[in-house]
Each structure stands twice: as C-alpha cells, then as structure tokens.
C-alpha cells in the first residue's frame, strides 16, 4: 500500500547508516530512559482495552474552533504568532514568514482507509484554503505526524519545501514530493530555509518510529527548531523526557515559544510520551518561554479521557509558574500577549465515548500506530 511508504535506499540511506544515531540495524535513543518514566509493573494495554467505549475517550461533539483566515489577513504585532490547527499540526508566523508543523489533514491516523483511529475533531479550514507556507516541518513518520493523503495533496498543488528526519524523505518522495524540496536532517544538523531568514535545526527526542510491521526505527525522530532573527521556537514531535532538552536550551535556547505533546500517555509508554505532567518538566529543562501544549484534541490514542492533559495542566501550571498558551483551534495567538486561560473545551456532554470503537485497528507488537 501507497501509504506505508518507502524505504530509504542508495545514498539516502548511506547517509543514515552515517549517522551516529545509527547503530547497525536502526536508530536508537542517546541513551536508556531516565529511572521511573515507564512502570514495568503496568501492563501496556490489550486490544479489548484499546477498543473499549468508556472513559470519555472522545467529546460528545465538535470541539469549539475559529476559521483562521481573518485573523492571518492582520499585520503581526510582536512578530510571532502561533495557530493551533489539531493534534500537533501548528502554523507558525515567524517574522513574515510562515512554518507548518506535521500537517494531518487526514480522517484516520492509519494506513487505511476504512480503519484506525478515526478524528473525532475537524481540522478549522480545509488544506486548500490554507495560504502559502515557506516550509513544512516533520518530526518523524507515524500516522498522526505523517499524513498521506495531506502530503500527497501538498506535492500535486504546491512547491512548498520539506524539512524532515533522516530517512523519512524516502516517503516523501514515494508520494510524489520532488527530491530538490527535501532536505532531511541529523540532530544536530540545521538548514537555512532559502528567501526567508529561518534557520531550522533538528535536535533530540526520545521516540521511536515505523509505518509497518517489519520497518521499526528505520527512519530518524526529531524535536524541531525554527529561528529567525527575531524569536526562536521549540517543537517537541513526539517523545518521553529526556535529559536532552538541558542541552538544547544551551545550545538553541532560548524559545519564546515550546510546542510539547502533552496527550496520549500511559505509564507503560513513559519512556516515550511526555503526557502533562512530564510536559511541564520538560518546559523547565528547555528554559521556559510561552507553552503551547498540541498532541491532543484530535485523535483518540490512549486510554485517558480526551481533555484529561489540559485539565491536568491547567491544575499544575499555576504552581509552577508556568506561562500557558491554550487557545481554541483555529485562534491565532501571539506568545508575546499572554492572557489569562480560558477552559473553552468544558461544558461538553460528559457521556461522550470513544469514537468508532470498533473501527481501530488490530495493535501490532510494536505499536508504530495507534498508540502514535
């Protein structure tokens, strides 16, 4: 199928094999995660849990959103401003510029078209009313980061430039993305977006990645940053907490605004999601700056209720003196003009189930989809 992508071959994979992150047959973490992040006394969740209804897995309708698009006709203030557009999909608007993060306009998280984890939230506008982005930034390759059909529809009718981990270019371009707008980066590696001043700069994650069943690990995960002159911005991807995001802060900090996963936890997979609680470590570790929490909203990949991440944040934050950005979907936000945290997604039906339970598909070993 199309949509499992494509192997890296030739000098691309060459390259990969180069990488010090390689270590033979993969990619692999810096090192083993830190003590107490995955409990290895919790069992990782059977197929029976995964597929049952309960737990408010999913609001009972709509979540309330904005359609961006009067809002971008207006000048920038500050020369940052953010919108959140579902899950980890993000339009950044940085000094004149425009960067779109892991953009999933997709309905499932999945391979296919009739299973999987199905959206239970539209994105605000569809893709062809989105105005023109200097360049798209992926994280790595799992279904709700890396969307087929968007990616598919971004090579037919723009020319926008892709910046991406080792290894996931070969997707890219299996999907019809031309090989001269690819550029894939090591951590470490950065690369000067042409006409625009940003510099984007891939660094470390503690993840994992694969579309299928035998390709576990084969293309690099990545946190992202976007500098221009002016401000600097954090994107997590997807990862556990990792005592990396010090080194980061030191060598790409600070950040005016941090873009942390914050949804689809559970204590066996520790190691490799944040959840809320881990969030707010991780905004300490990277030096603070305005925290706009994404991986939510959207899908439902955990066994936690859908709002828990924020309502968890919102009770923590305040103690921490952790400044949030939580706006609606769809709701441009400047960093820079932080106001106080209005709870928009309370006051849904509180008997709300898990959307088409039965649809999701059967969970393979190393679970590169759903659970990401």
Known sequence: MNSFGKRALGARLERMRASTMWDGQGFRNVHPALPGLRDATVPRPTLKEFLSSGGRRAPAGPLPSLDPREAWSRPVQSGLRATWLGHSTV????????????????????????????????????????????????????????????????????????????????HLQAWGVAAERITELDWWESHRVPNTGLTITAAPSQHFSGRGFKDRNATLWSSMVVQSEQHRVFFSGDTGLTTEYATIRER????????????????????????????????????????????????SLAMHAWDEPVETLLQLAPSQGTP????????????????????????????????????????????????D
């Open 252 to 299: 790409l900090g600070p950040f005016d605004l941090v873009m942390l996963e914050v949804g689809a936890f559970h204590p066996a997979w520790g190691d490799i999601h944040l959840g809320p609680v881990n969030a707010l470590k991780a905004h300490a570790l990277l030096g603070g700056g305005a925290f706009l929490p994404v991986h939510w909203g959207t899908f």
């Open 91 to 170: 339009l950044i608007e940085i000094d004149g510029h425009r960067v779109l993060t892991d953009p999933v306009w997709g309905t499932r998280a999945s391979p296919f078209r009739l299973l999987g984890p199905k959206r239970f939230q539209p994105v605000p506008l569809r893709l062809r009313q989105m105005p023109e982005v200097d360049v798209v930034v992926i994280s790595h390759d799992h279904y709700d980061h890396l969307d087929y059909p968007t990616i598919r529809a971004l090579a037919k009718h723009s020319a926008v430039p892709f910046v991406t981990s080792l290894g996931v270019g070969a």
């Open 324 to 371: 949030l950005l939580m706006p609606r979907l769809g709701e441009a936000v400047e960093p820079a003009h932080l106001g106080a945290v209005v709870p928009w997604w309370r006051g849904l039906d509180e008997g709300a189930q898990s959307p088409c339970p039965a649809e999701a598909p059967t969970i393979q070993r190393e679970l590169p989809w759903p659970l």
